[in-house]
């Protein structure tokens, strides 16, 4: 499942740099989420570290349209950071 940034956000810069997967960016007019990078944090930590830096309530949720099981985010997770390890010998 990936997580979703709300219209509730505030651009505060909290979140941006506490992704591990680098899967936040500067949009438009708030931040938004890739969902092809978001594992909500899984591989890295227990929850995902931008809804607990997120001063305001319910602003980052769980994407209705990228709902995937923990299995599909440790395989993403897998994916991701073995490209990595490819490109960064």
């Known amino acids: ?3 979703l940034i709300t219209e509730k956000c505030t651009n505060c810069d909290m979140c ?5 997967n680098e899967a936040i960016s500067v949009g438009a007019e ?4 890739d969902p ?3 594992t909500e944090c899984v591989g890295h930590y227990d929850t995902p570290t931008c809804q607990k830096v997120c001063p ?3 602003c ?3 994407d ?3 709902t995937e099981t923990e299995e599909q985010l440790w395989e993403r997770f897998v994916l991701i950071h073995h490209a990595d390890t490819l490109s960064n010998p």
Not at 16 to 20: G, H, K, V
Not at 30 to 33: H, M, R, S, T
């Open 1 to 3: 499942m990936a997580l």
């Open 16 to 20: 941006l740099p506490e992704c591990p």
């Open 30 to 33: 708030i931040y938004i989420i």
């Open 36 to 38: 092809t990078l978001c």
């Open 56 to 58: 305001i309530n319910n």
């Open 60 to 62: 980052i949720k769980t």
């Open 64 to 66: 209705p349209e990228h």
